[in-house]
Structure formats: structure tokens, C-alpha cells
């Protein structure tokens, strides 16, 4: 008999609350029994949904990789209350980590140290270094907290596909493989976090996110080296950091990114192909010229990339509902502000 769809429990807290309203406690109480019993629970996060888990339970991390399909040989995030517990995770605290940690905790940003025995194998993908991150979102810290352990939690969704940022997608992507969704509205970052090897001299950008290499060099006073693109098969290797597989992010709808999307538009649409095009230029003649088609989808995506960010997955859950034929976009600036959107939508291109 198949299992039933997990309940999902509204938990809003209006900024300016030291402490959530009775029903959201309680829904966190119940949450965090859950996770000490090796359930499994989608929470909000201000990057994306997680698909959380006791990061010390051996057999929930084992729940949380069957759950989303993944390889064995990527690792996952461990989410943290503060400072104090992601101490207690790792063999040892570089001074780049300290420092980041003290000006960018609670944040989207994640410190990969070496790791404490405490972590189980399965977390680290048998590497001998963790990722640790204090979220930003209260409700994540307050669950860690009141459970009084850290969380794996990558994000809520089936392997490679697209992250989540609403309940709803993570209903769409996991069903009935989890055990309760905790719903906190959309995700307001709506991407994942930045992650920076602290053991490594320099410290090196193995997945750009919300806080950039410049904020990362302003905190640290020196340099900060970027990885250079790279894939990693983690059905044979284990990666360093979650977020570097070759296809990932990705929807259903083949997604193409382009340099002259205009002309690759009225290609496919000459070909009779029905197209959405995530454009920040929606104003230019061409594009006015081309959403007359019907079988064209015209996406306004903002001009500023930290709200191009935040927009990013929702728009792409969205339209790969629709049921068309590919989904182009802009390749975006080559610049540091744009390189979290650029490193998702390359991977999300990935055939």
C-alpha cells in the first residue's frame, strides 16, 4: 500500500516577533520530534526548501539520499543554530572560517573545515571535510534548536532537477517521500548558498551563491580564489562540495542558454516549436516583434541579479508546467554579481 502525501503545515512568523505565534511552536515541536524519531522534513530556508534530516543519524542521512535519488558521492550541507554547535562538528576551525562565520552568520553562505567523527560517513561522502551553515531563516534555526542537533538538508527535490522554493514545488518533486512539509512561504533568496573551502590558502569559491567574492574578500582582508567551473561524477568520486555535478538544477523542459537568443527564438519558432524565453529585455524591438507568436512565452526576469535570483527557479517551476518545447534564456553578464545565476543556468543547460 503506498504511503499517503505528507501534511503540510502553514508556520508564517511576522518580522519583528522574538518568538513564533502558538501554532507555528507547535508545528516546530512536532517537526523536531519527527526528525529525533529519523523522519524526514522539507523546511524553509531563505535560499531554498531543505529535505531535513538528524545529521548525526546514520539512517535518516541514508532516508534522505534514497528519498531524493542521490549519488552517494555528493555530499550534503549540515545546517546549524550558531556558531557554538558547527564547532562541535568540526576537527578543527581555520581562521578564514571564523571569520566568515562572525560577519556572514546567519547567512547564505556555507564554510566547508575539516571534519569531526561525529559526522557520519554518508554526510561527507566519506571525505574528510564537512559543510556547515547557519540559515538565515529563523524558523530553520529555531527547529535546529528546539530538536538540539544539526540538520542535513540539501535541497527538498529529486536529484539534478530543480530546487525548490515553495512548499508546492517540493510537494510536486518528493510526494509522498517525505514525511511533513513546513510551509514558510517563498524562499527569499531562491538560491543556493555561496560555499567557500576554508582549507585552503587562499580560501576558494567552490559554489558561488548569494554572497559574492567580493563581500567574501571585504570580511577576510585578503584574496579569495574562484574553482573554475568544473564536473564531478559523483557516482564514482566524492565531490568536495555539494552543487557540482554536471547537469543539476534543472527542469523537465529542455533549457538552452544563448548569447543571441533573439535569433535562436525565431529559429525554433520557425521549426513550430512552442518556446518561453526568460528575457531582462523585454522592451528590445525584437522581442516586441516575436511575442506577437502565439507559441511563444515572453518571461520578464528582473535586470538585477540578486532579484533575478530570487526569481529564478519559481519562473522555471512555472513554466515547465506548460508543456513546451525548450526554454531559452539570456546568457547572463559575465560578471561577479551574476556568477550564482550563470553557474545554475549552465548546469541547468547540461544535456
Avoid at 564537512?130 to 531563516?137: G, I, M, N, S
Wanted: glycine share 6%; aromatic share 2%; net charge neutral.
Amino acid at each position: 500500500m503506498a504511503r499517503p502525501l505528507p501534511e503540510i503545515l502553514p508556520v508564517p512568523w511576522p518580522a519583528g516577533l522574538p518568538a513564533p505565534p502558538t501554532h507555528t511552536e507547535e508545528a516546530i515541536v512536532r517537526a523536531a520530534r519527527l526528525l529525533a524519531d529519523g523522519g524526514l522534513v522539507a523546511i524553509p530556508t531563505e535560499t531554498v526548501y531543505g529535505l531535513a534530516a538528524n545529521a548525526l543519524d546514520a539512517d535518516a542521512i541514508d532516508r534522505v539520499f534514497a528519498a531524493k535519488g542521490r549519488p552517494a558521492g555528493n555530499p550534503l550541507i549540515v545546517h546549524v543554530s550558531d556558531i557554538a554547535m558547527a564547532r562541535t562538528l568540526a576537527a578543527d576551525w581555520p581562521t578564514a572560517a571564523e571569520r566568515i562565520v562572525s560577519s556572514l552568520w546567519p547567512g547564505p553562505v556555507t564554510v566547508i573545515v575539516p571534519r569531526s567523527p561525529r559526522v557520519p560517513n554518508a554526510v561527507t561522502a566519506g571525505g574528510p571535510t564537512v559543510a556547515l551553515r547557519c540559515p538565515e531563516h529563523p524558523l530553520a534555526r529555531r527547529l535546529i534548536a528546539t530538536l538540539g542537533r544539526p540538520l542535513a538538508a540539501p535541497s527538498a527535490n529529486r536529484s539534478t532537477q530543480l530546487s525548490p522554493t515553495t512548499a508546492g514545488h517540493v510537494l510536486d518533486s518528493l510526494g509522498n517521500r517525505v514525511d511533513l512539509i513546513l510551509d514558510g512561504g517563498p524562499c527569499g533568496r531562491g538560491i543556493e548558498s555561496t560555499v567557500v573551502d576554508c582549507t585552503t590558502d587562499p580560501p576558494c569559491i567552490l559554489r558561488p551563491g548569494p554572497i559574492s567574492r567580493a563581500e567574501l574578500e571585504a570580511v577576510l582582508g585578503g584574496p579569495v580564489v574562484a574553482a573554475l567551473p568544473g564536473n564531478v561524477d559523483a557516482e564514482t568520486m566524492p565531490a568536495r562540495s555539494p552543487g557540482q555535478l554536471a547537469r543539476h538544477y534543472a527542469p523537465k523542459t529542455p533549457l538552452e542558454l544563448s548569447a543571441a537568443a533573439a535569433e535562436r527564438v525565431a529559429t525554433l519558432l520557425e521549426a513550430g516549436k512552442r518556446i518561453a524565453w526568460l528575457t531582462v529585455a523585454t522592451d528590445a524591438p525584437q522581442v516586441r516583434q516575436l511575442a506577437a507568436s502565439r507559441d511563444l512565452l515572453v518571461v520578464p526576469m528582473p535586470t538585477d541579479p540578486a532579484a533575478f535570483a530570487a526569481s529564478l527557479y519559481a519562473m522555471l517551476h512555472a513554466v515547465d508546467r506548460r508543456s513546451l518545447d525548450a526554454i531559452i534564456v539570456d546568457t547572463p553578464p559575465d560578471t561577479d554579481a551574476w556568477r550564482a545565476v550563470a553557474d545554475r543556468l549552465r548546469r541547468a543547460a547540461k544535456a
